[in-house]
């Protein structure tokens, strides 16, 4: 899990290491927020730019709604709050990209965890915390919150936690700083 402020990166460094992974190792990726009413809501963009900027259009078939690429990789798009029940057919996926995790219902954890079991799957998380007490935040970050605050992170074998912030953006826009600066 990646949390912190905009202007992170978080998601752009998520879309880079899934298209890598995807493209070199034959991971199947599910990308998806708790409200996506259609694929322009999705990450399906953000990961089309990736493939382009890492120069590997070729390695991939980009559909309408999903990407396809070598070794039986592919990234699918879904919304989690519209049908819960049917994250229990999202079977094979080995990693799973939750972006925006901030609104995630704790009923939406409760079913996709357990979902997400083929051999060495991982749940990515992404977020903005706004509110100490939402389910992303009292499940991934509450129970860390001393180590966190002590390193920036909390790590064990389960699960790996990390605040960042623009500091962590080696990217980060000029036009954003002058924002800062007058905020």
Not at 26 to 32: A, I, T
Not at 107 to 112: F, I, M, N, P, Q
Not at 116 to 124: D, G, K, L, T
Request: one cysteine or more; a negative charge.
């Amino acid at each position: 899990c990646f949390f912190g402020g905009r202007g992170a990166a978080k998601s752009e460094e998520y879309a880079e290491k899934l298209v890598y992974f995807a493209a070199y190792h034959g991971d199947r990726v599910l990308c998806g927020r708790e409200f996506q009413n259609s694929i322009e809501e999705s990450s399906y963009a953000l990961i089309v730019a990736k493939i382009e900027k890492m120069g590997l259009r070729d390695m991939f078939d980009i559909q309408a709604t999903a990407i396809y690429g070598p070794k039986g990789s592919c990234f699918h798009f879904v919304g989690l709050s519209r049908n819960i029940e049917s994250l229990k057919s999202k079977c094979g996926y080995t990693k799973v990209w939750i972006e925006e995790a901030e609104s995630v219902k704790e009923r939406t954890w409760e079913v996709l965890i357990p979902t997400i079991r083929a051999a060495n799957s991982e749940i990515w998380i992404s977020f903005n915390p706004n509110e100490s007490e939402a389910p992303t935040y009292l499940r991934v970050i509450a129970p860390y919150i001393e180590q966190i605050a002590a390193n920036g992170f909390y790590e064990d074998e389960y699960i790996y936690v990390r605040k960042v912030s623009w500091r962590d953006n080696p990217l980060f826009p000029a036009v954003r700083r002058i924002e800062m600066a007058r905020d």
